[in-house]
């Protein structure tokens, strides 16, 4: 098992340019969630989804940021323009397979973004 | 008040020593409480989770749930450098949208002393 694969690994940009994150989950797995981790705030929950249905986007700070899974193996996290406050690391998640519950999540890597 | 509460450390143990991680959540009816561990850079990594009050062990590790107190515990037996990480506490919160999701406290940051 590959696990969650996020790409890129690092993402430098300057103050208004289009950030793209993307994600694919496990196999098999019908949730997928997307976080932001800063030292001042912990790791936030962004938006989750269930069968590439977003359930809960109440976490998205902002019009700035949309999220979308058009299939069960990809999913994108868009910002638009980026701000200095964006940077952070964004990390995402899956569960489902195998999981008791939903909430047994398993991280990727994580995009540490940097917005200058 | 904190969905979930977590004391930010740093809390430094002796090697071979237990180490005690504590978290207090805000919801009386979540039912699904996890422990991951984050080495710095890393990305958070599940360890423990449990779901009925008591003691569940695995390994050095075993996590303690009381919800009458709305209280769930990490311990950490024969603690070794190498579980030196940042402790995240994370608790199933029912949303006002009525929908279940996972909040994480802020951490403990853990350092083992040799």
């Known amino acids: 098992d590959a696990g969650v694969i996020q790409s890129p690994r690092h993402e430098v940009t300057e103050m208004g340019q289009e950030v793209t994150l993307r994600c694919k989950p496990i196999s098999g797995h019908d949730y997928l969630f997307w976080y932001r981790q800063t030292m001042m705030r912990g790791l936030e929950l962004l938006i989750y989804f269930n069968n590439n249905v977003p359930i809960d986007d109440s976490g998205m700070p902002e019009d700035r940021f949309s999220a979308k899974m058009p299939n069960a193996s990809f999913s994108t996290l868009k910002i638009q323009p980026s701000e200095p406050r964006d940077s952070a690391v964004y990390f995402c998640a899956s569960s489902g397979l195998a999981s008791v519950s939903y909430n047994e999540q398993f991280f990727g890597p994580g995009t540490r973004l940097t917005v200058l | 008040q904190k969905e979930v509460e977590q004391n930010s450390g740093p809390l430094s143990v002796p090697e071979g020593a237990i180490a005690s991680l504590n978290c207090t959540y805000s919801?009386?009816?979540?039912?699904?409480f996890f422990w991951y561990r984050q080495y710095s850079g890393k990305s958070p990594e599940l360890i423990m989770s449990?779901?009925?009050?008591g003691d569940k062990e695995d390994g050095r590790f075993t996590a303690q749930l009381n919800k009458a107190s709305q209280y769930v515990s990490l311990l950490i037996r024969d603690s070794q450098p190498s579980d030196s990480a940042t402790y995240l506490c994370?608790?199933?919160?029912?949303?006002?949208?009525?929908?279940?999701?996972?909040?994480f406290g802020t951490g403990t940051r853990l350092t083992i002393i040799p």
């Open positions: 449990i779901y009925s009050n």
């Open positions: 919801d009386r009816v979540s039912q699904s």
């Open positions: 994370a608790v199933n919160i029912l949303s006002n949208f009525g929908n279940e999701k996972l909040t």
